[in-house]
């Protein structure tokens, strides 16, 4: 029998609970030892819960009981999820986490103990919810070098650019339904500013390339500025706009952006549609591949959180080896990244002559809205386009930039 403990009992806490009772025996198979829960670590009561019977309010209680082997921290948030992680994995127990913010600050010191200890510290849930892929990269595609990584990694986004695709309406109007189902939070600037999607690529990158990429120095951009306009002139020239996360290492370079992108329908991506995620892999042996599936919600994340439970009771005594090194990649400048733009200006008397000034030969892109002009323009370096758009700043309204992958 293997003892375990959960951290936190809200939506992914609760979750991994029910899982835990109600594929019990399964998981047991699986796992090839009986596992027990012994503590759920939670702030609050819960009245008339049977899980009070395992609540506690000290995290003490835990890591100070031998019997408890492994831990599953899905409270979220930096602190104090560090802290209470860093101490069971120094006091010898097995974490298991679903915490993209943990997970992305900390990760590299974290395995680094766990490999000390040799215990283990999984964290599968924190990247793609239900969707596994930490797994693939650190297993199945270890023959591989991988020099792509581009991600459908946040439902909430997705859901709304879908909408306002499919339906024309704008982004304030979808947001709301959103929250109002629950798909996006009060405050969801997490999400539509690229900020989620911006700590998962960060973790999938140091996994990929084996160096620690530091969230912070991955150029972010989010969904707000997408209007109901730019998805009929995105249709008008076969492409979709999703916000992607990508890391791509150009010969011994890296660069990761979050942006939306204009992609054509033939994108593997492009059909990834409403609360779905997918993650697009390449690497110099295998080629392409997809992982797909609902990429949060109670269930797919708890689902992930059980898993590497199970990996970790079967791997007790044993640490699984993770290619994630404490020193930091210098991440090449986004200003060195070849990209396209498709802007929208204001339309006047001089837009087109300093347009042409400006950029040269643009494909102008036609939608029947006679009050601006949209183009997009030659592949040049980021940095060149931007100057380039600053400078059309100074003569006309800009309305909007996208990059274009076609």
């Not at 997918?278 to 110099?284: L, S």
């Not at 994630?324 to 204001?346: L, N, T």
């Not at 001089?350 to 042409?356: D, L, M, R, T, V």
Request: with cysteine; glycine share 8%.
């Amino acid at each position: 029998m293997v003892t375990i403990a959960v951290l936190g009992y809200g939506t992914v806490g609760s979750g991994v609970v029910e899982v835990l009772e109600k594929n019990k025996d399964s998981i047991n198979k699986k796992a090839g030892k009986q596992i027990r829960l012994k503590y759920v670590l939670d702030r609050k009561e819960f009245k008339d819960n049977p899980i009070n019977a395992r609540l506690t309010h000290d995290i003490e209680d835990i890591l100070n009981d031998d019997e408890v082997q492994v831990i599953a921290e899905v409270m979220g948030g930096v602190e104090p999820a560090y802290t209470f992680v860093k101490k069971a994995l120094l006091k010898g127990k097995s974490v298991v986490t679903s915490n993209k913010e943990l997970v992305a600050k900390h990760g590299a010191e974290l395995l680094k103990i766990a490999k000390e200890e040799n215990i283990n510290f999984l964290f599968e849930a924190s990247v793609g919810g239900g969707i596994p892929i930490i797994r693939p990269l650190n297993q199945s595609l270890t023959a591989d070098e991988i020099y792509q990584i581009t991600g459908i990694l946040n439902g909430t986004t997705n859901y709304i650019l879908t909408k306002m695709s499919e339906e024309g309406l704008d982004f304030d109007s979808v947001l709301k339904e959103a929250q109002d189902l629950g798909y996006a939070e009060r405050n969801p600037e997490a999400d539509v500013e690229g900020h989620d999607a911006c700590r998962k690529i960060a973790i999938l990158s140091s996994l990929a390339f084996g160096m620690h990429v530091d969230y912070k120095d991955i150029y972010t951009e989010g969904i707000t500025k997408i209007s109901d306009r730019d998805m009929v002139y995105a249709k008008q020239i076969g492409c979709d706009i999703k916000l992607l996360a990508t890391s791509k290492k150009i010969d011994d370079k890296v660069y990761a952006v979050v942006a939306p992108i204009m992609i054509g329908n033939d994108h593997p991506l492009s059909n990834v549609n409403g609360v779905f995620n997918a993650i697009f892999v390449k690497g110099n042996v295998i080629g392409d591949v997809m992982f797909y599936g609902k990429g949060a919600g109670k269930l797919p994340t708890a689902s992930a959180v059980v898993a590497d439970i199970v990996d970790a009771v079967k791997h007790l005594g044993t640490n699984i080896i993770s290619f994630w090194s404490k020193k930091k990649m210098k991440m090449m400048s986004i200003d060195e990244v070849p990209a396209k733009y498709f802007i929208r200006v204001k339309r006047d008397e001089e837009s087109k002559a300093i347009i042409n000034k400006i950029f040269g030969f643009v494909h102008v892109v036609y939608s029947g809205y006679e009050d601006e002009i949209a183009f997009i323009t030659e592949e040049e370096k980021e940095g060149e386009l931007q100057e380039k758009v600053k400078a059309l700043q100074e003569d006309t309204e800009v309305l909007n930039v996208i990059r274009v992958e076609k």
